[in-house]
Nanobody, 120 residues
Framework: QVQLVESGGDSVQAGGSLRLSCAASEYKYCIGWFRQAPGKEREGVATFEGGTTRYADSVKGRFTISRDNARNMVYLQMNSLKPEDSAMYYC??????????????????WGQGTQVTVSS
């Protein structure tokens, strides 16, 4: 059973930055970040497919996903934050070797989430 633990969520003002961290109990080829705002569906933010990254259009140019394979850590650097980025952010990993942001049902392992709140 893969365990994922997120940290780094906080309350910030619009235009600010945060870095989220995800500690995984083992290396996963396909791992990424997802978010869910109140009243909205969970959505993909950014994923790693091995060394390839994918981003949601809404965060391209502002968010950067990175990983430290030696430490089984995955990070999400979030810059130029907007109020619409406010959500619970989850780290998730898949059993598969292709990582699609929109195929949430393929992600078997999920963390508990970390809250990000961006005020205007």
């Amino acid at each position: 059973q893969v365990q994922l633990v997120e940290s780094g969520g906080d309350s910030v003002q619009a235009g600010g930055s945060l870095r989220l961290s995800c500690a995984a109990s083992e290396y996963k080829y396909c791992i990424g970040w997802f978010r869910q705002a109140p009243g909205k569906e969970r959505e993909g933010v950014a994923t790693f497919e091995g060394g390839t990254t994918r981003y949601a259009d809404s965060v391209k140019g502002r968010f950067t996903i990175s990983r430290d394979n030696a430490r089984n850590m995955v990070y999400l650097q979030m810059n130029s934050l907007k109020p619409e980025d406010s959500a619970m952010y989850y780290c998730a990993a898949s059993r598969y070797y292709s990582c699609y942001l929109e195929r949430l049902n393929e992600y078997t392992y999920w963390g508990q989430g970390t809250q990000v709140t961006v005020s205007s």
